[in-house]
């Protein structure tokens, strides 16, 4: 290609002199040798925009600032196919929502790693701490098996219990989240359920629902808001204050709870009954295996991860039952033929079949978590396209799951799910070494909490507006714009003979 632009080059200098002065001509042709020069060392085989002399970088970043994580993916996996070069910050950044690629990255210990704003994730506590985005594999290793321990084993029969029966206590104080004219703020109403269920298994001390699920909300704006920030954004302390203070009211309200912890854990006589998972890290910080940051990071992490996701997961889910009597007339039917009259229990989960399938298919066709952000540790190749150290990853998984396999991908069907899926084609949760540690608990609780509640009541939408008409915003993840009269349901109590349907 080069000798061919010289030739070019050549013919072009030999017209130039008739045209202009001679003194510009060299000028012209530094400027054209340079262009050339650079446009060569920045072509990829890789398909995505253009490098054009660092415009390219400063344009795909800031897409993600304007449009949001999900939505810049989906737009570059649109326009340019399913392995897509961009760049975050000046980093070189794939996007990726082909099933083979997605696969390998997840399988492989070489992406255990996460990327972000060093200065964002430093301001919410989750720089090389915590679980969710720490990005040292090292101290990620050394933390990990506390959340392990305390999402399985006996935790993860206790949670059936812990949902049913926090489940029924918020419906029967349904009027805290009920509106004047009679409609449920749903996403509240989850959330409380979620928090309250994670204190009883995780934390174990009295708290404020109202106040600690709207720092949780903050939090989880300033944590969205500041992933992607660049370095600049930091230095302007008008813009990100709101953020720093939402971070700190609630690392400061979790380090008081974890305090009481602390005091009431040298007060009991019987230890063995509190041993949850803020006492394993309360006593490993004792060893010195732990820091006091540690702790208090973990434990809030634990605490939002339920509130932040499986609230609005739940929420969707609502909806999308609503708009299908079809799958809610299934659903009660397959539960009646299960439990008859008595609450679910841990022997009644396999045979949940259709709530399950309905499960997956809700967070297939309307997912929370769409994307998942990793970091290369090591050169590698990944469908012949190569991956250098320190290379960012998105795996598009929202977008994966609608391209492959599935016989109706565009639609809201269980038909999705009467085969069994290949784990390739279908990770919501993802898997492999960084695969969510929590995923079969919140199978559990979404299970337990779906079931408990479609007993007890029917939900509906109001007229027009079912999950199309809900403003969502996908950045870090999908949620619907909060303070919209579209996220409120009508609750109606179902007959205590006839749990099917009014």
């Not at 997605?102 to 506590?125: A, D």
């Not at 029969?157 to 009027?175: G, P, W």
């Not at 009920?178 to 449920?184: F, I, K, P």
């Not at 709101?242 to 690392?251: G, R, T």
């Amino acid at each position: 290609m080069i000798p061919e632009t010289l030739n070019s080059l050549n013919y072009f200098t030999s017209l130039v002199p008739d045209l202009m002065p001679v003194a510009t001509v060299p000028i012209i042709i530094l400027i054209c040798l340079l262009f050339l020069i650079w446009n060569h060392e920045e072509t990829s085989s890789i398909p995505g925009p253009g490098y054009c002399m660092g415009i390219g970088p400063l344009i795909s970043h800031g897409r993600f600032l304007w449009m949001g994580v999900g939505n810049a993916c989906n737009y570059y996996n649109k326009t340019y196919g399913e392995f897509v070069r961009v760049w975050i910050s000046g980093e070189e950044t794939f996007i990726i929502s082909k099933s083979s690629s997605v696969f390998h990255v997840m399988k492989h210990w070489n992406y255990v790693s996460r990327f972000g704003s060093k200065l964002g994730l430093q301001c919410i506590g989750m720089y090389e701490n915590g679980i969710i985005f720490n990005n040292n594999p090292a101290h990620w290793k050394e933390i990990r098996p506390f959340f392990t321990k305390a999402l399985s084993g006996p935790g993860l029969v206790r949670m059936i219990a812990i949902c049913v029966e926090s489940t029924i206590v918020h419906l029967d104080k349904l009027e805290e989240v009920t509106t004047e004219v009679g409609n449920v703020n749903v996403l509240n109403l989850m959330r409380r359920i979620m928090l309250d269920t994670s204190n009883k298994l995780f934390l174990g001390v009295p708290l404020d629902e109202s106040a600690i699920v709207l720092k949780i909300q903050n939090y989880f704006d300033a944590w969205q808001a500041l992933l992607l920030k660049p370095d600049i954004f930091f230095k302007i302390s008008w813009l990100c204050k709101k953020y720093e203070e939402a971070a700190k009211d609630l690392k400061g309200a979790m380090e008081i709870l974890i305090e009481q912890k602390r005091q009431k854990l040298s007060s009991v006589e019987k230890l063995d009954e509190h041993m949850d998972f803020a006492s394993q890290l309360i006593f490993a910080q004792n060893r010195g295996d732990l820091t006091a940051e540690n702790v208090n990071q973990c434990v809030l992490e634990m605490m939002i991860a339920a509130p932040d996701t499986l609230s609005v997961t739940l929420f969707f889910m609502l909806i999308l039952i609503a708009e299908h009597p079809t799958v809610e007339e299934m659903m009660m039917r397959e539960i009646e033929t299960v439990m008859g009259d008595r609450d679910v229990q841990s022997d009644d989960m396999p045979n949940l079949k259709i709530v399950e399938n309905f499960i997956y298919e809700s967070m297939r066709y309307q997912p929370v978590v769409d994307l998942i952000m990793r970091k290369a540790l090591q050169d590698d190749v990944i469908d012949g396209y190569p991956v250098k150290k320190g290379t960012n990853i998105i795996l598009n998984i929202g977008r994966m799951h609608k391209l492959e396999f599935f016989p109706k991908p565009n639609e809201f069907s269980l038909e999705n799910f009467e085969k069994n899926v290949p784990s390739r084609y279908f990770q919501p949760f993802g898997f492999g070494p960084r695969g969510c540690v929590g995923k079969f608990i919140a199978m559990v609780m979404m299970k337990a909490i779906l079931v408990t509640l479609l007993r007890r009541c029917r939900v509906q939408t109001m007229k027009g507006r079912g999950l199309n008409n809900i403003q969502k915003n996908n950045d870090l993840s999908m949620h619907p714009i909060e303070r919209q009269p579209l996220l409120e349901m009508v609750f109606t109590p179902r007959s205590p003979d006839k749990s099917q349907s009014d």
